[in-house]
């Protein structure tokens, strides 16, 4: 009984060696790869007739990402949603980057939240 145990518990050990070695030589892995892109949209101005909010996407991953499309929504004094737009990053943002862009909102927005929506990652 235990030699089966054995040999069940050495079959799944070199199987499982095996698959890892197939799986890194093809370049294909087991676990998520999780896509680090951070957002921010706290530096908001206000003007008379308009607000503008300047967008921040930072890629704290080392792949690079393109067609990076953000969610803006625009909030006034009592949490009320004021309006949502949305902005797309069409140029490829390289791996440790950042790109900014300036986004126009009512003008009795006082604060913001954002989220990115979708993306495509490089190679």
Do not use: W
Request: hydrophobic residues 40%; aromatic residues 4%.
């Amino acid at each position: 009984m235990k030699a089966l145990i054995r040999l069940i518990l050495l079959i799944v050990i070199v199987g499982g060696i095996v698959l890892y070695v197939v799986s890194r030589q093809n370049n294909t892995s087991f676990t998520p790869q999780t896509i680090d892109l951070a957002v921010d949209c706290s530096d908001l101005a206000n003007v008379l007739v308009t607000s503008t909010v300047n967008v921040e996407v930072r890629n704290l991953s080392s792949r690079s990402h393109s067609d990076i499309s953000v969610q803006v929504r625009a909030f006034d004094d009592n949490g009320t949603m004021l309006k949502e737009k949305y902005t797309t990053f069409s140029r490829t943002l390289l791996p440790n980057s950042q790109f900014d862009k300036p986004v126009t909102l009512p003008a009795e927005t006082k604060r913001c939240d954002c989220k990115i929506v979708s993306s495509q990652p490089g190679k």
